[in-house]
Nanobody, 119 residues
Framework: QVQLVESGGGLVQPGGSLRLSCAAS????????MRWHRQAPGKQRDWVAT???????MYADSVKGRFAISRDNAANTVYLQMNSLKPEDTAVYYC?????????????WGRGTQVTVSS
């Protein structure tokens, strides 16, 4: 099992920045990728960013150029630096670790952290 705990959410004004953290514990062997997703009220959960075991990164078009995902292997932590925040970035942000690939992959999820962008 992998336990994930997100932190760093809060209330920020438009144009501001936040850094989310996701600390992992348990058996993290075989983790192939780490992701952030978000879910706004009344909407489906959407993928935001991915960092792979080889440190390749990918971003949703809506956050490209504003958000940056990174990882600290020694600390078993993945981060999401969010800059130039917009009201439409308001959501609960979830961390997700994936073990393996394809149809046999297994996902682990945190409980989320609330990000609110408002003046």
């Amino acid at each position: 099992q992998v336990q994930l705990v997100e932190s760093g959410g809060g209330l920020v004004q438009p144009g501001g920045s936040l850094r989310l953290s996701c600390a992992a514990s348990g058996n993290i062997n075989g983790i192939s990728s780490m992701r952030w997703h978000r879910q706004a009220p009344g909407k489906q959960r959407d993928w935001v960013a991915t960092i792979t075991s080889s440190t390749s990164t990918m971003y949703a078009d809506s956050v490209k150029g504003r958000f940056a995902i990174s990882r600290d292997n020694a600390a078993n932590t993945v981060y999401l630096q969010m800059n130039s925040l917009k009201p439409e970035d308001t959501a609960v942000y979830y961390c997700n670790f994936r073990r393996g690939f394809g149809s046999t992959a297994r996902d682990f999820w945190g409980r989320g952290t609330q990000v609110t962008v408002s003046s």
